[in-house]
């Protein structure tokens, strides 16, 4: 018979347990000013990859190129050593529910919404955006 146990302190497969429970026991005055906190990356990017059943009423970003798109992205900005905490991450994400304007990527925490098609778009997105902080308009989604 199976069990399931509820580990509530931190185990070897969730070690940030410790962190969070130390902070859950912070009275809400004493805790950290979110707008205070330093942001651990300074852009993160979230990729939707979302893939849904042939004749699903709504279209996939993964049926545009999304994955590749997303690694494409990936060893750019790792290519032009923009990756890592206080920097650049690229990440994968589900449905962003913005699905008829897709493929779309994300990027925070200006919360700017892009689409694109081709390497030469991320390019762009990389090079202007995360590298230099432009918005690229020709991108934006509303
Ligand atoms: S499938 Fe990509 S936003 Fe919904």
Known sequence: MLRFVSARGPTPQC???SVRMAR???PLRQSPDMATQPQYYQHHVFFCLNQREPGADRPSCANCNA???QE???AKVKQL?????GKVRINKAGCLDRCEQGPVVVIYPEGTWYTYIDETDIDEIVEK????GEIVERLLID
């Open 24 to 26: 859950n026991t912070l």
């Open 72 to 74: 494409y992205a990936k």
């Open 67 to 69: 994955q590749a798109m």
């Open 129 to 132: 955006h995360l590298a230099q």
């Open 15 to 17: 070690p940030g347990r």
């Open 81 to 85: 050593g923009l990756a890592g905490p």
